[in-house]
């Protein structure tokens, strides 16, 4: 049985969650968590926060065992960009992009 949750419009662009994500694929849930609990980078606390969401629905709602969980697949996604702009000299301006990102984690129980 799978297990989902979601983040949506996380102020973190994608690639930088991405190479986070990458780390924690297919591995079993707890390791997931202890390792996003070391990693110092922004993307690993909403990663973090994110998976444990994802665990506790699937403990109370699914009725299915913690210790058995994996994550079967991260998926982050380009999210809506504020356009802004920075003056520069000559009444010129140089625009820039402030990107976010949507992040969802499923989860499923293992098969012994």
Same mark, same amino acid.
């Given at each position: 049985?799978?297990?989902? %949750? %979601?983040?949506?419009?996380?102020?973190?662009?994608?690639?930088? /969650?991405?190479?986070?994500?990458q780390?924690?694929?297919?591995?079993? /849930?707890e390791? %997931?968590?202890? #390792?996003?609990?070391?990693i110092?980078?922004?993307? %690993?606390?909403?990663?973090?926060?994110? #998976?444990?969401?994802? =665990?506790?629905?699937? /403990?109370?709602?699914?009725?299915?065992?913690?210790?058995?969980?994996?994550?079967?697949?991260?998926? =982050?996604?380009?999210?809506?960009?504020?356009?802004?702009f920075r003056?520069?000299?000559?009444?010129?301006? &140089?625009?820039?992009?402030?990107?976010?990102? &949507?992040?969802? /984690?499923? #989860?499923?129980?293992?098969?012994?």
């Amino acid at each position: 049985m799978e297990v989902k %949750a %979601a983040t949506k419009t996380e102020r973190i662009t994608p690639r930088k /969650v991405g190479l986070i994500a990458q780390i924690i694929r297919k591995k079993n /849930v707890e390791d %997931a968590l202890g #390792l996003l609990m070391l990693i110092r980078k922004r993307p %690993a606390k909403s990663l973090y926060k994110l #998976l444990k969401s994802a =665990v506790s629905n699937a /403990v109370n709602n699914a009725k299915l065992n913690k210790d058995l969980l994996v994550i079967k697949r991260i998926e =982050v996604t380009p999210g809506p960009m504020l356009k802004r702009f920075r003056a520069s000299t000559k009444g010129r301006v &140089h625009p820039y992009k402030k990107r976010s990102s &949507h992040i969802k /984690v499923i #989860l499923e129980e293992r098969r012994n």
